[in-house]
């Protein structure tokens, strides 16, 4: 089944504790990308990644991490977690990225609830 | 830059009445247009997409939308309501890398 995974699916930290949320997608895609989504303001872009080896910031970078070494995969790391980024958090991915993607659909994961005391 | 706006932060409809979801668009080139959904606790799933070949965009679960670019509109609607369609509905634009997201209309449906 074509898919996006995403571990875990919720997560309750501290402040400051280093944690690596994961995002897998089993459809050869060659552009990822993460969202956050807070309450009155939709969903936000954090980082995105056109393909292996190729990341770029999104809107709201401040406080995260990104690596694509493989092209199936596409981490997020935060380094040093505090409270305003608890979220939900949206891995995504698509065939093509920019022009090229035209109006290719990006299917999502199923989120991951990060809470950070 | 691309942005869109969802005209009603929530609605309230009876189950098998129509539903009009409202979005205003703002590209500065022919955009790509996109309903997507979100269930309670669910991921999002995609409704219906523009890409320009037709004005009226029909969805998944009875859902269309209509593209009017004389009003940068992209309502959607469904002629009547189900239960199941209780949900969180985002209007999105294409933009340059990623997709941009309005802030969401909550759909009530009740009986």
């Known amino acids: 089944e074509a898919q996006v995974t995403q571990n875990p699916r919720y997560l309750i930290t501290v402040t400051g504790k280093k944690l690596t949320v994961t995002c897998s997608q089993n459809?050869?895609?060659?552009?990822m990308s993460w969202y956050r989504q807070d309450p009155g303001l939709g969903l936000r872009q954090i980082y995105y990644?056109?393909?292996?080896?190729?990341?770029d910031k999104g809107d709201v970078p401040e406080g995260y991490k990104v690596s694509r070494k493989e092209k199936r995969n596409f981490p997020l790391i935060l380094e040093s977690p505090s409270p305003n980024q608890t979220s939900l958090y949206f891995c995504?991915?698509?065939?093509?990225?920019?022009?090229?993607?035209?109006?290719?659909?990006?299917?999502f994961g199923p989120g991951t609830r990060l809470t950070v005391l | 830059a691309q942005s869109v706006t969802q005209l009603d932060s929530h609605v309230s409809v009876s189950e098998g009445t129509p539903v009009l979801l409202r979005c205003n668009y703002s590209?500065?080139?022919?955009?790509?247009l996109f309903w997507y959904v979100q269930h309670p606790n669910k991921g999002l799933q995609l409704l219906l997409k523009?890409?320009?070949?037709?004005?009226l965009v029909k969805g998944i679960n009875g859902f269309e939308a209509e593209f009017k670019k004389s009003e940068t509109s992209f309502h959607l609607t469904k002629p009547s309501a189900h239960m199941s369609d209780a949900a969180e509905y985002f209007c999105?634009?294409?933009?340059?890398?990623?997709?941009?997201f309005g802030t969401g209309t909550r759909l009530l449906v009740s009986p």
């Open positions: 590209s500065s080139y022919s955009p790509s």
């Open positions: 995504a991915s698509s065939l093509k990225g920019g022009p090229a993607a035209g109006a290719d659909t990006q299917y």
């Open positions: 999105v634009v294409k933009g340059f890398q990623k997709l941009v």
């Open positions: 459809m050869n895609h060659e552009y």
């Open positions: 523009y890409t320009s070949a037709a004005t």
């Open positions: 990644s056109m393909n292996v080896e190729v990341t």
